[in-house]
Every structure is written in structure tokens, then in C-alpha cells.
């Protein structure tokens, strides 16, 4: 009986000594062990990210780059998963123009001391958009077909060629009043009264978007504050300037005074606003605060349109 204890016993130590072993050998190694290499960084404040950050989940570990090497070949990319070929010519992205490009870099501070006034008054004119104009932009753009809707426009921008004119001769751009003329010209006759836009898709002359606004600004007239106007919307005391100016020049105006030009400027705000009533309520939709959000559009527009 002491026998078989003996060996239970002798059996049982070889166990415990076998498993204890077995337990420490990885520490053992790993302490006497020379690593060359970097141990990756699982990084736990986002203070600590560096130029090469490991992201560890319970089940995969992904490299996390901050900034995409350059590859020795143009037409690859460097990836932390190897050499990818792209598909995309690196020419083509040179060709994508951004409209503001450049322009924030000297934009001024637009002074907003009415803000105040313009956020009611911005509320009032969303209101009446909301219940009046956008309702009824969308069912003219569900009734009247686009081709049309697009002809319509061709006028409203043909029969602007006077303000066009005369804002381009100011700034002393011959070449915008060239194409002016020419478009006129050509528009007016060809494009039956400027309903088709001969000029531009024919003879690839491009429109010009020039106002007495834009006139001054290219003589270093400053916008003034900002300015909500009721139902014309976003403004500055140049811009209302410069609108006043150029009703004095339409031809509404000097032809069709009253309750026809009045017409007519409905016509061309319900007409312009069936092209961008669905952008307008993604903005809607999408900004934080939309009044920041139009203010600082309104601004950056203005400003890229005189830097041009």
C-alpha cells in the first residue's frame, strides 16, 4: 500500500513540475529574447498617435497611416497592405478645379452687426419660402418640362446682356465685353431671342456673370455689412448698391416698368428656383446652422465672383 502511494505520489510531482514548466517557458523567452524590430504602439489616448499608430479590435489589427507615401510609380499607391495600381490617372485630378480655389486665402472678415435683425428676418424669408415659393417651384418644375425651364432662363440671362456690359467696360475687360456682344448678337438672332444658346454650345462662347456689385469690388469697393433682405435674401451694403444699379439697366425696367417687370422677376425667381429646390433642402437638412451655413456661402460666392 505504501508502494502504490508512493508512485501516486511520485506521479503527481512529475505533473506539477511538467505543467509549471510549461507555464513559465513563454515569460522565459520572451525576457531573454533580442527584438530588432519595433513593437507596434496599441494606442490607448489619442494623444500618443504617431507617425505609424497600430489599431488592435478583438478580432484584427489594422495599420493606420496618416499620410499616404509616394510611390516610385506614378500610376501605384502605397498602402500598408502593399503596392496598389491605380486606376485612375494622376492627370485627372489636376483637371478637377476647385471654384474657390485660392480665393479664402484672402477673403475678408464679413461684419455681421444686424445679425440679430438678419437671423429674424432670414427666418421670415424661409417661412414664405417654405409655404409659397417652394411648393410652387415644385409644381412648375413637375408641370413644365426642362427643356423649357432651361429656354426660359437663356432669356432672363440674354436680356441681362446691358448690365453685363456696361459692369465688364468698367473694369476695363474687353475681352468679357467681347463675348458680351457676341453672345448678344448671336442669341438674339440665331437663338431666337435667346431661348436657345447658340453662342455657347455652337461656337463655344462662354456667358459672363458680371454686375455693377462685382465693379465695384474690382476697385476695392469694401462690402459693407452683411444684410438679409426681405424675400431677396442674403446681401451687404455693396450688393444692394449694385442691385439698384442694375435694375436700372434691365431692360424690364426700361421697357416693361410696373406690374410687368414685377411679373416677370417672379417668373425668373420661380423659374431659377425649380433648378436648386432640392439642393436647397439638403442644405436645409445637413447644416448645423443655416444661416451661418448661407451667410458664409453668400460671402465666399461674392468674393470668388470679383476675384475672377
Do not use: C
Not at 46 to 65: D, H, M, R
Not at 84 to 111: N, T
Not at 217 to 241: C, D, E, K
Not at 283 to 300: G, K, P
Request: glycine content about 6%; cysteine-free; overall charge negative.
Amino acid at each position: 500500500m505504501r508502494i502504490m502511494n508512493s508512485k501516486k505520489t511520485s506521479k503527481g510531482f512529475l505533473l506539477s513540475v511538467f505543467f509549471l514548466v510549461f507555464w513559465l517557458a513563454p515569460f522565459s523567452l520572451v525576457s531573454g529574447a533580442d527584438f530588432d524590430s519595433e513593437v507596434p504602439n496599441f494606442v490607448t489616448d489619442i494623444t500618443e498617435i504617431g507617425e505609424n499608430v497600430f489599431a488592435q479590435t478583438s478580432e484584427v489589427t489594422i495599420k493606420l497611416e496618416k499620410r499616404i507615401p509616394r510611390s516610385t510609380d506614378d500610376s501605384s499607391i502605397e498602402t500598408a497592405q502593399g503596392i496598389v495600381k491605380s486606376s485612375q490617372d494622376p492627370q485627372d485630378y489636376e483637371d478637377m478645379e476647385d471654384p474657390f480655389a485660392g480665393d479664402s486665402e484672402d477673403l475678408p472678415i464679413m461684419s455681421d452687426p444686424l445679425e440679430g435683425y438678419n437671423r429674424w428676418m432670414f427666418g421670415v424669408n424661409e417661412t414664405i419660402y417654405d409655404n409659397v415659393l417652394e411648393p410652387v417651384a415644385r409644381g412648375y418644375r413637375d408641370t413644365i418640362h426642362e427643356n423649357l425651364r432651361i429656354a426660359l432662363k437663356n432669356v432672363f440671362s440674354n436680356a441681362m446682356a446691358p448690365v453685363k456690359l456696361v459692369s465688364s467696360l468698367i473694369q476695363l475687360d474687353f475681352e468679357k465685353s467681347g463675348r458680351v456682344l457676341a453672345r448678344t448678337l448671336i442669341n438674339t438672332t440665331f437663338g431666337i431671342g435667346g431661348l436657345a444658346d447658340v453662342a455657347g454650345e455652337e461656337y463655344d462662347i462662354q456667358d459672363v456673370n458680371e454686375d455693377f456689385d462685382q465693379a465695384m469690388g474690382y476697385y476695392g469697393v469694401p462690402t459693407g455689412p452683411y444684410v438679409v433682405l426681405p424675400l431677396f435674401g442674403p446681401s451687404t451694403a455693396r450688393n444692394i448698391i449694385g442691385r439698384a444699379a442694375d435694375s436700372f439697366m434691365s431692360p424690364t425696367f426700361l421697357f416693361a416698368p410696373g406690374a410687368v417687370s414685377v411679373g416677370l422677376s417672379v417668373e425668373e425667381n420661380i423659374n431659377d428656383a425649380s433648378f436648386i429646390v432640392d439642393d436647397k433642402k439638403q442644405l436645409e437638412e445637413s447644416a448645423l446652422d443655416e444661416y451661418e451655413s448661407v451667410r458664409d456661402f453668400f460671402h465666399q460666392y461674392r468674393h470668388g465672383l470679383v476675384k475672377k
